[in-house]
């Protein structure tokens, strides 16, 4: 089932998730619904806050982000050809590595991108959509959408890594946003 984005100006988008446990709610159904709305929206990934459940569920597919990529653009990352995974209860270990800048978009800010710069390698734990403990580390494009997507489950969102000066010229558009006033082809929830 494709749920609706929460759009920016939802009180659960400033939200530090809770951790789940199993059993909390029907999990593989809730994960089948994010991968079809992510999917549906254009996403690489999403994380539950944004379809307003507050716990520390996002997915991220990176593949697709490869697959649209030309050859010699795709020799650029050394995570290439990219992942597909669930996160469950997240936690950064560590960060390393030269912060680097990249457009960022975020589905709950639509038509809204700006480069952001963040550490190119993060070490990650977490669960699986099968509840096996993973501690892992993740570089290039799949560590930023991984960021991206921790970031929602703390209750921060891309805009959040500007400058004052970069958010006040975006404070019209955000305004927009939060009062529903933005055209997109996905479902979207407002908080008005």
Not at 130 to 150: C, D, N, Q, S, W
Request: charged share 25%.
């Amino acid at each position: 089932m494709i749920l609706p984005i929460v759009a920016y100006g939802h009180p659960i988008l400033r939200n530090v998730a809770a951790p789940i446990q199993p059993g909390q709610l029907d999990l593989e159904k809730f994960i089948e619904d994010m991968w079809e709305t992510m999917y549906a929206s254009n996403g690489v990934g999403l994380a539950a806050p944004q379809v307003n459940q507050p716990i520390r569920v996002f997915t991220v597919d990176t593949v697709q982000l490869f697959e649209s990529m030309e050859e010699s653009e795709r020799k650029n990352y050394a995570d290439a050809p990219g992942l597909k995974a669930v996160f469950i209860n997240a936690t950064i270990i560590e960060l390393t590595g030269e912060p680097w800048p990249y457009s960022e978009g975020c589905l709950s800010i639509p038509k809204i991108h700006e480069s952001v710069s963040r550490p190119a390698t993060v070490r990650l734990q977490y669960i699986n959509e099968k509840f096996e403990p993973m501690e892992t580390v993740f570089t290039g494009i799949t560590a930023r959408v991984i960021l991206h997507e921790y970031d929602h489950i703390e209750g921060k969102l891309f805009i959040d890594h500007l400058t004052p000066l970069k958010r006040k010229l975006l404070k019209s558009k955000l305004t927009d946003i939060s009062k529903g006033k933005v055209s997109v082809d996905y479902k979207m929830k407002f908080h008005l």
